[in-house]
C-alpha cells in the first residue's frame, strides 16, 4: 500500500456525468458570462430563480463551458428525489465508490478523498433541502482546497461564501415609448425565440 489516501477517479462515473445537452439554450449569453466570472472568483454559486426560469439549463451550460478549468472533472446530482440532504452524501459517496457509512462518516471520507481534487459539483433543485445542503457545502469546501459547487435552487443555501446569480425572465420584444411592439424586433426577443423553439 502506498501509505495516503486514494484519489478519486479522474472522471465522473456515468451516474454523476452532465446531462447532454438537448437543445440550444437561448437568451442566456449574459447569465452564463456572469456565471463564468462568480466561479472564478470563488468557490460556491447558487443560481436562483422561480421555477421553469431556466435555472437548470443554464447551471448545466455554464458547467459545460467551465469543465476545461477542472482536471477531475463536472459531476452532476440531481437532488429534486431528495427529502434530506444526507441523500446527497450518499450519493456522492457512492459516485466516489466509497463504502456506505453514517453520513457524517461518510463526509468526513468524502472530504479526505477530494482533498486535493479539482472538481466541480453541480447540484441541481436544491430547494426542499436547501438549508442543510447549505451546512454540508460549507463543510466540504472548508475540507478541500479546490472543490467548487454550483447549485440550483429557488431559494438560497445559506452559507458563508455563497455567491448567487438570479435568472431573470427572458427579454421581451422592444417596445416604444407609446406601449407599441416595435414589430422588426419581435423576432429578435430571446421569449420569442423560446416560444418558437417550443
Request: one cysteine or more; proline letters at 6%; hydrophobic letters at 45%.
Amino acid at each position: 500500500a502506498h501509505g495516503g489516501p486514494l484519489l478519486a477517479r479522474f472522471a465522473p462515473p456515468l451516474i454523476a456525468r452532465l446531462p447532454s445537452r438537448v437543445e440550444k439554450l437561448i437568451g442566456r449569453e449574459t447569465e452564463l458570462e456572469q456565471l463564468a466570472t462568480l466561479l472564478r472568483a470563488g468557490r460556491a454559486v447558487t443560481v436562483l430563480g422561480t421555477g421553469g426560469m431556466g435555472k437548470t439549463q443554464c447551471a448545466l451550460e455554464g458547467a459545460r463551458r467551465a469543465a476545461g478549468e477542472f482536471a477531475d472533472g463536472v459531476w452532476f446530482f440531481d437532488l429534486a428525489p431528495c427529502s434530506e440532504s444526507d441523500e446527497w452524501v450518499r450519493a456522492l459517496g457512492s459516485a466516489l465508490a466509497l463504502p456506505a457509512a453514517a453520513a457524517d462518516v461518510q463526509l468526513r471520507k468524502i472530504c479526505d478523498f477530494l482533498h486535493d481534487r479539482q472538481a466541480l459539483l453541480v447540484l441541481d433543485n436544491c430547494d426542499r433541502v436547501a438549508p442543510q445542503l447549505g451546512e454540508l457545502v460549507v463543510i466540504l469546501l472548508r475540507s478541500t482546497a479546490s472543490i467548487r459547487v454550483l447549485a440550483t435552487s429557488q431559494i438560497p443555501l445559506n452559507f458563508a461564501g455563497e455567491q448567487f446569480m438570479r435568472v431573470p425572465p427572458l427579454a421581451l420584444p422592444f417596445r416604444t415609448p407609446s406601449g407599441a411592439v416595435a414589430t422588426e424586433t419581435v423576432a429578435h426577443s430571446s421569449a420569442v425565440q423560446m416560444l418558437l423553439t417550443r
